[in-house]
């Protein structure tokens, strides 16, 4: 079948050749090299899903999946090859399930926070969500990237808060994973009471983690089903600054660990300054200058029976670990408060995307890794900042304790003006040689993306090989988002 009459049984999906549609997909906000796509499929269902990937092995031609919405900034929706073609998932926007008694929520890739977040809560729930999604995020890619949560409490393995999942393969061919599999269709599970929540299966394997973090290189996934929360009656949110990191540090394992706090993370004064500066840059200075250099926030929270004396016992709790530390729990921090901050990180980020609201562009670089670890690393990247002519003071920091505070998600925000080609150019030097002087320093590069995966990833030959071994069996004609990872 020719390019063009390939092309022309993708019409049946609401496919589009139009430059107005095809070039929002051919660059993000990432350093990689821009590449248009050859056109757009906008699929409404699974079974648009089915035909697309089987006629795109028909025709060898690349399928590159997208379920949220602009902007992106990590390359991975950037076609690496000519010729693809874009799998639009943002019509998908069923929310199939939300079971309290299982805590449990279903929903197609179309879906956002935003849209996602009122549903559950009338049914007395919440999303373990990740911190101040853009709008436009949707909750499924989220999961499958494996983006931190803000909850770490109930954070049991990195995975969460993912459980099933249905996925095409590069194949065509439909798969569930977990207690989806079966026995009987989703619907005949339903019939009978079950709830897709079990994660691991079919068999013993964990296939679930195949899919996470793969960038769309395996598969297509139409659903998924996550682990939700019970909606607290009652929350008093804290926080506590520091001009070092190491107290903080060590209060929030001790908070943790003995699963006193719900929401907790830690930030430094360039991030909370850009996240509440009320009326843009011009009150940004202001405001970071009566900041503390780093501030942890964390939440206590009653449920249904006896809320009041929960809070009050655990605060007791709380109390005794801060004056031990020589740190002190208060309401408010430079004029932000706590009750403001609990508020605005339980929903996405308010437009314009805080990321975006500084200078227009930003330059992530994240990795995982432990706590006896994290002082050397901030060190070697506010020295390979500042040489680099990035001034260290402008780096934006988060600091995210994941999976019952075992580990931690490590994140350096460098905002730039994407106009100004020496700051930009100023900008992917640094994040260039950070991933190196990073690993250096123990940091672990769980989830890489654009031109530092090669690097990241060559470091171990024999996950390459096995990941190779692995496309070439769900994926055997390489069609699913080509160029990215390793592959």
Not at 447 to 455: D, V
């Amino acid at each position: 079948m020719s390019d063009a009459a390939a092309f022309q049984s993708l019409l049946a999906f609401g496919a589009s050749r139009e430059r107005a549609d095809v070039d929002p997909y051919a660059q993000d906000i990432s350093f990689v090299n821009p590449v248009r796509p050859a056109g757009v499929a906008r699929p409404k269902n699974a079974d648009d899903v089915r035909k697309i990937v089987q006629l795109a092995n028909q025709t060898k031609t690349p399928l590159v999946p997208v379920s949220s919405g602009p902007p992106h900034f990590r390359g991975d929706t950037v076609p690496s090859v000519g010729g693809a073609v874009i799998v639009d998932l943002s019509g998908m926007k069923k929310i199939l399930v939300v079971d309290r008694n299982r805590r449990v929520a279903m929903c197609e890739p179309g879906v956002t926070f935003g849209e996602l977040i009122p549903e559950v809560k009338k049914q007395g729930l919440r999303l373990n969500m990740p911190f101040l999604p853009r709008q436009s995020k949707s909750v499924v890619a989220s999961i499958l990237e494996r983006e931190p949560v803000i909850l770490p409490q109930y954070q049991w393995d990195i995975s969460d808060p993912l459980a099933c999942a249905e996925i095409f393969f590069g194949t065509g061919d439909e798969f569930r994973t977990g207690q989806a599999a079966g026995p009987g269709t989703i619907e005949e599970q339903w019939a009978i009471g079950g709830v897709q929540k079990a994660p691991y299966g079919p068999g013993t394997a964990s296939w679930h983690r195949l899919i996470q973090g793969a960038q769309g290189t395996m598969g297509i996934v139409t659903w998924i089903s996550m682990r939700c929360e019970l909606l607290p009656a009652l929350e008093e949110p804290f926080v506590v600054g520091s001009s070092t990191l190491d107290p903080l540090l060590e209060l929030a394992h001790w908070l943790i660990r003995l699963r006193l706090v719900n929401e907790c993370f830690i930030l430094n004064h360039t991030n909370l300054a850009t996240i509440f500066a009320k009326h843009g840059p011009q009150d940004y200075q202001p405001l970071k200058d009566t900041l503390p250099a780093w501030t942890l926030f964390y939440t206590v929270a009653g449920y249904e029976f006896f809320p009041d004396e929960r809070v009050r016992s655990r605060i007791k709790d709380i109390t005794e670990i801060t004056q031990r530390l020589g740190v002190e729990a208060v309401k408010t921090a430079g004029g932000i408060s706590a009750n403001e901050i609990l508020k605005t990180v339980q929903q996405p980020s308010g437009e314009p995307y805080w990321k975006l609201r500084p200078k227009g562009a930003c330059q992530d670089i994240f990795y995982l890794t432990t706590s006896d670890k994290i002082q050397s690393q901030m060190e070697a990247m506010g020295d390979l900042a500042d040489k680099s002519g990035y001034p260290a003071s402008q780096l934006g920091v988060y600091i995210q304790p994941v999976v019952q505070g075992t580990s931690y998600h490590c994140e350096f925000n460098l905002f730039y003006d994407p106009q100004n080609r020496r700051e930009l150019q100023r900008v992917q030097d640094v994040s260039a040689t950070a991933v190196q002087h990073l690993m250096a320093k123990g940091a672990f590069f769980s989830r890489p993306y654009g031109e530092t995966a090669r690097m990241i990833l060559n470091r171990d030959a024999a996950s390459v090989s096995v990941l190779d071994k692995l496309k070439n069996v769900f994926d055997p004609n390489h069609i699913m988002n080509p160029g990215k990872l390793c592959f």
